[in-house]
């Protein structure tokens, strides 16, 4: 096993190995993790998703389905893509998809769960974005999901209506919950053994006039970075995160960001208020 994984090693072994960059732990890391988004916006199949890891899998930790995508695919073709992310050590998740589910009663679910385990996924993520579900109930959905042998990723935020790109004006009229309340929420979450928590970025930097920074900061100091991942599919926003909270903060980006943000990530290339600014120092 250690000779495949040396040997392995050394065909990925980086170009212009010379030159220095910031360090990374290697897969799995517990900072410093992308996730990336699968087909939504547009399409994305196993020979796109082979290209893409083959050249930037050693980045890639997860790639997260978005809106249901994946229930609408031949079950062949789902599983190819499974299996692709799984031969570069990246694990699936199913995005927020259960809040569709919840809809549909407590067998639904069960199902859910049950055929997300078998089809191959590895983290359900447990969102409730448009819905209003209480903390006792989220936290059986944790638990069903750990027994599943699958990794429980729930989401929390401060904007209700948020995962369906509303516009500005129809969030704002909903208003925005309390960051206490979702910083507690998250709290229960972890306690109850979830992976990791996902923070919806409807509310703090997208789909709003002013961005919240302040929620984020009260997130990072109730929490830390380590437990938490913030989603910023916006290069002016995970350059805002780096630079604020360094190449380690965990973040969630769609598939087509990944080279741009480990660029970043590594201190190699940036903005002008980030260039050569990005340093990390292991001793």
């Avoid at 910023?232 to 805002?240: G, K, R």
């Avoid at 002008?272 to 001793?283: A, D, E, I, M």
Wanted: contains cysteine; charged residues 25%; glycine residues 10%.
């Amino acid at each position: 096993m250690h000779r495949e994984n040396a040997s392995r090693q050394s065909a990925n072994e980086r170009a212009f190995g010379f030159l220095r960059v910031n360090q990374r732990a290697p897969k799995p890391r517990a900072r410093g993790i992308t996730e990336i988004r699968g087909p939504y916006y547009t399409p994305l199949g196993p020979r796109q998703l082979e290209d893409i890891l083959e050249t930037m899998g050693a980045y890639v930790d997860a790639l997260k389905f978005a809106g249901g995508s994946f229930s609408l695919m031949p079950r062949p073709a789902l599983k190819r893509l499974i299996d692709v992310c799984h031969s570069h050590d990246v694990l699936v998740s199913t995005g927020g998809f259960i809040e569709h589910v919840l809809t549909q009663g407590s067998e639904a679910v069960d199902h859910y769960i049950d055929e997300c385990k078998r089809i191959g996924f590895d983290i359900v993520e447990i969102s409730s974005g448009f819905i209003t579900i209480p903390d006792d109930d989220w936290l059986r959905l944790v638990e069903k999901a750990r027994k599943a042998g699958l990794k429980a990723k729930p989401e929390v935020g401060i904007q209700f209506g948020a995962g369906g790109a509303s516009a500005v004006a129809e969030l704002e009229s909903e208003g925005t919950r309390d960051p206490k309340r979702a910083i507690a929420q998250a709290k229960r979450f972890l306690d109850a053994g979830a992976y990791m928590i996902m923070i919806e970025s409807e509310g703090i930097t997208e789909n709003v006039r002013v961005w919240r920074t302040d929620v984020v900061a009260a997130i990072i100091d109730a929490l830390g970075t380590d437990p938490v991942m913030f989603e910023a599919a916006d290069p002016e926003v995970f350059a805002w995160y780096i630079k604020n909270y360094g190449p380690e903060v965990n973040l969630f980006v769609d598939h087509s960001q990944i080279v741009q943000l480990e660029c970043l990530r590594a201190g190699i290339w940036g903005t002008k208020s980030l260039w050569g600014r990005v340093v990390t120092y292991k001793g």
